[in-house]
T-cell receptor, first 118, second 114 residues
């Protein structure tokens, strides 16, 4: 069974601070995929990144970066120089193996609410 | 290329009524997933469908809930005899098919049972 833990329920920072959102996962599969989604106050889910289990290279996209460490089963997300518009709930998700029908069903963590104060 | 379209965005039902939530996947996507998000919680998987088939419904409540994805038209999540505990945001996602790709989510339907 797969499991995703986001231990931080809520993080509050002041604008321009760096912030890291933690994600720890459990899986027995050697092939799996990790995701981050953003849910702003408007409620929609915005895809941020997908990483497969064979690619441990860190990823940077603008102010966003992701640190994938298989040794600790973690896939942490860092926002550099945070902005008020970054305020949202961030979800980490995992899909493992080949599910029925050959597709992957993401399992989500409970989310971390990030509040960026001006 | 329009994204995943869900309607209605907001739905209010009285206890005992039926709720029908619609999801039109992205063009070319044949896989649809439904998730439920209760207040202050993450997304919980409900059901995974391909055209005309339910592939995995392990997350669906055994009673009152059903889902379909017909050959033509949107996927429908149907909740019969709604209760207050059904109040939640229901998200639909779609993906192109076999093999891994990310699932693209719709904007959700917020169901309120009064």
């Amino acid at each position: 069974a797969q499991k995703v833990t986001q231990a931080q329920t809520e993080i509050s920072v002041v604008e321009k601070e760096d912030v890291t959102l933690d994600c720890v996962y459990e899986t027995r599969d050697t092939t799996y995929y990790l995701f981050w989604y953003k849910q702003p106050p408007s409620g929609e889910l915005v895809f941020l990144i997908r990483r497969n289990s064979f690619d441990e290279q860190n990823e940077i996209s603008g102010r966003y970066s992701w640190n994938f460490q298989k040794s600790t089963s973690s896939f942490n997300f860092t926002i550099t120089a945070s902005q008020v518009v970054d305020s949202a709930v961030y979800f980490c998700a995992l899909s493992e193996g080949l599910g029925a029908g050959g597709s992957y069903i993401p399992t989500f963590g409970r989310g971390t609410s990030l509040i960026v104060h001006p | 290329n329009a994204g995943v379209m869900q309607n209605p965005r907001h739905l209010v039902r009285r206890r005992g009524q039926e709720a029908r939530l619609r999801c039109s996947p992205m063009k070319g996507h044949s896989h649809v997933y439904w998730y439920r998000q209760l207040p202050e919680e993450g997304l919980k998987f409900m059901v995974y469908l391909q055209k005309e088939n339910i592939i995995d419904e392990s997350g669906m409540p055994k009673e009152r809930f059903s889902a379909e994805f017909p050959k033509e038209g949107p996927s429908i999540l149907r909740i019969q005899q709604v209760v207050r505990g059904d109040s939640a945001a229901y998200f639909c996602a779609s993906s192109p098919g076999a093999g891994n790709t990310e699932a693209f989510f719709g904007q959700g339907t917020r169901l309120t049972v009064v």
